[in-house]
């Protein structure tokens, strides 16, 4: 079955940085585009990052040049780098794929991981 374990969370001072991880399995990896998404306390879950199986990116406005989506197919393994994070940048973030099963599309979500941005 598919899954998505997040990784890399924790709390930073803003203008720091951190590494979040998602380990995939269960499916083909290499040939399915992954996505970031990110819940904020009161907020809608927003898309933050995506790329493709043949690694093209895109971003939310309010990440772009300052995080960074990449892929490592032998690893399984989908990252998202952030840079100059800011206050506003706290929340939940989780890894998403979507699959197509026998016409129905699926979305699956990893556990989630905290990001806490504070002095």
């Known amino acids: 079955q598919v899954q998505l374990v997040e990784s890399g969370g924790g709390l930073v001072q803003p203008g720091g940085s951190l590494r979040l991880s998602c380990a995939a399995s269960g499916f083909t990896f290499s040939s399915s585009a992954m996505k970031w998404y990110r819940q904020a306390p009161g907020k809608e879950r927003e898309l933050v990052a995506f790329?493709?199986?043949?690694?093209?990116?895109n971003y939310a406005d309010s990440v772009k040049g300052r995080f960074t989506i990449s892929r490592d197919n032998a690893k399984n393994t989908v990252y998202l780098q952030m840079n100059s994070l800011k206050p506003e940048d706290t929340a939940v973030y989780y890894c998403?794929?979507?699959?197509?099963?026998?016409?129905?599309?699926?979305?699956?979500w990893g556990q989630g991981t905290q990001v806490t941005v504070s002095s």
């Open positions: 998403n794929v979507r699959k197509l099963v026998m016409g129905t599309t699926y979305a699956y």
């Open positions: 790329i493709s199986s043949t690694s093209s990116t």
